[in-house]
């Protein structure tokens, strides 16, 4: 069973609360005329009151909530699936979509309800960002890889090897599910921290779409892991944090390249000096 949370705000935070409310771990979102619903399921429902309780005491929106009745929400999430295009020169989509034969480069992903298919302006500038400086024969690090679309594009533009690590087991089973389905090779796929990632060589490029938090508490092992004179690609961060992520970026070592911005986001190019 899932629960519907019904926030009234302003459009300016939906973006603001979508972010937080996927990191706690809600399931899906629709952004209404007077705010935002959030989708989660009922078995944890004590739990996300207490996320938004939270949220309301930084935040300004009310809420209300409702147990709503069984049915299949994967379909349901589906049948209100996009395709994405990026800079014209990658098409995303599901299996039940048409292909872009115009567009020289294709994903196809399954679209789950955690997760998304690369839609959220972070993944969409992450993407922008590999298209205009393809990884050819470089290490990659997908730190956070979700669906698994930034490392295979990356495994696509010529990158080899690839790696990608995700805290969450099912986002590392649907990276697996989504190389296959889309014949690319990775080398490894794995389910936990970066601490967990296999020793090696240093990568020549990061890929690390997560949050502000991940990305503060984990930037001294990044520069490690970074090849020097490699590039870090970051995002998953709002237009208010910027100036502090580059702030403490810079004070470890790393040398800010690119800030590129998307609706109220931004993306970084690093390199490690």
């Known amino acids: 069973m899932y629960h519907q949370y019904d926030l009234t705000t302003s459009q300016e935070l939906v973006p603001i609360l979508i972010a937080f409310l996927g990191d706690a771990g809600f399931d899906s979102f629709e952004e209404t005329d007077a705010g935002l619903s959030a989708f989660a399921l009922s078995a944890d429902h004590e739990r996300w009151v207490r996320v938004l309780e939270g949220l309301r005491a930084t935040y300004p929106f009310d809420y209300r909530f409702a147990e709503l009745p069984e049915k299949n929400w994967n379909a349901v999430w589906e049948s209100q699936f996009q395709p994405l295009s990026v800079a014209d020169r990658l098409f995303i989509r599901a299996d039940f979509h048409d292909p872009h034969p115009d567009i020289s480069q294709e994903l196809v992903i399954t679209p789950k309800m ?9 993944t969409y500038m992450m993407c922008e960002l590999l298209l205009e400086h393809p990884p050819a024969g470089v290490r990659v690090l997908d730190y956070g890889s979700g669906t698994g679309v930034l490392a295979i594009l990356a495994a696509r533009l010529g990158a080899g090897p690839v790696d990608a690590v995700d805290i969450e087991a099912p986002s590392a089973e649907n990276t697996a599910e989504n190389a296959r389905r889309n ?43 970074l090849e020097p004179g490699g590039r870090a690609l970051f995002s998953g961060i709002l237009a208010k944090d910027e100036s502090l992520l580059v702030h403490h970026l810079t004070q470890l070592g790393f040398r800010h390249l690119e800030t590129r911005q998307r609706e109220d986001w931004r993306a970084f190019v690093f390199t490690r000096l």
């Open 114 to 122: 955690a997760f998304g298919t690369g839609h959220h302006a972070t």
């Open 183 to 225: 014949d690319v090779t990775l080398r490894h796929i794995i389910h936990g921290t970066l601490d967990d990632v296999p020793d090696g060589p240093p990568y020549d490029l990061i890929l690390a779409n997560i949050n502000r938090n991940v990305i503060l508490a984990t930037a001294d092992t990044l520069y490690e892991r």
